[in-house]
């Protein structure tokens, strides 16, 4: 699944000690046994069935084989140098036993692997295991001498099991008057046939204006553009028993939006870079026992953690930019 957009910019500090993550890395042998687990018992491990990174977040007492919350990590890394109107795909995740797997490293509270990309691009990737979910960073360095206008690298979490949300029932956004179900305005969703309903995007807008066609059919998907904004970047999605919450939540974005086949939640963070520029690109995933309210909570309190820094390389070090 990818989505094309372009614009809303967030940039975080490298400095891992702002995010707290300073840690001690070990290699993670070739057959990737990484895992995790925090003192609730959740476990972050390296799913086996790809080579290219792919993570899984396995609930309390849930057997390590359980794919209910798999996250492409990243779905692929796309720039637009300046003065493109095209964006490039510079790594797209395939799935099976593809390319070379990833030389990952592991602490005791987070894996990562680097990578070095076409259009001299280096990037590290970390996923860090909190107490109420993950916390997924990118560190993307310009090692070029282009500017991009565009670097963006989405995680793209898929939610299956007691998560699975086709007709989009039990995944919400919020808005200034409070939550409502993503799809609200397209009842007739839950009537639909499913080779008519799918496949499909619905799309709310955060701080990109609201498109003038709420639905619209491109590439042979249906694109369903909710008539208001969005007054976070948060999409939340229920468990079948209502026991359960799953949330992705950035600190600025472009829009949050959901592919109800995959049941994935995007709230994708894009970064613009000149040479010798590195920028680090955060989403936080929330797996909580609780209710909506509390989730939304605890993503906005700590959303100011996700912070917005842009680096550029000098004689002195790193500067602010």
């Known amino acids: 699944m990818l989505e094309r957009s372009s614009r809303t910019i967030i940039v975080i500090s490298f400095l891992l ?92 509270r987070a894996l990562e692997y680097e990578s070095n990309l076409p259009g001299a691009v280096h990037m590290l990737a970390r996923a860090t295991l909190e107490e109420d979910g993950v916390r997924f960073h990118f560190r993307l360095r310009n090692q070029s001498d282009k500017t991009y206008d565009l670097i963006w690298a989405p995680i793209d979490p898929r939610l299956t099991s007691v998560f699975h949300d086709v007709r989009l029932e039990r995944t919400y956004v919020h808005h200034v008057d409070g939550f409502d179900l993503l799809a609200s305005e397209t009842p007739s969703r839950l009537r639909m046939p499913l080779k008519e309903w799918l496949p499909a995007r619905y799309l709310a807008s955060f ?16 694109y369903y553009n909710k008539s208001r904004a969005v007054d976070a970047p948060f999409i939340a999605t229920l468990s079948q028993d209502g026991r359960w919450v799953v949330a992705s939540f950035t600190r600025n974005t472009g829009n949050v939006w959901s592919n109800p086949e995959l049941t994935c939640q995007h709230v994708d963070p894009q970064a613009a870079l000149s040479p010798g520029e590195e920028a680090i690109l955060e989403t936080k995933i929330l797996v909580v026992r609780g209710s909506l309210d509390d989730v939304f909570k605890m993503a906005m309190q700590q959303r100011n953690s996700l912070e917005q820094r842009k680096w550029s390389s000098s004689k002195m070090g790193l500067r602010e930019k």
């Open 17 to 108: 000690g702002v995010s707290g993550c300073r840690q001690a890395f070990h290699q993670v042998p070739p057959t990737p046994s990484g895992s995790i687990r925090n003192r609730v018992g959740m476990q972050l491990r390296v799913a086996e069935e790809n080579t290219q990174p792919t993570l899984r977040i396995v609930l309390p007492g849930h057997p390590t084989s359980d794919r209910a919350i798999e996250v492409i990590f990243p779905e692929h890394v796309t720039v637009r140098p300046r003065g493109s109107t095209d964006a490039n795909q510079i790594y797209l995740f395939q799935p099976g036993q593809y390319g070379e797997r990833p030389l990952w490293r592991q602490s005791e």
């Open 207 to 222: 701080t990109w204006p609201i498109p003038s066609r709420h639905v619209e059919r491109r590439d042979g998907i249906t």
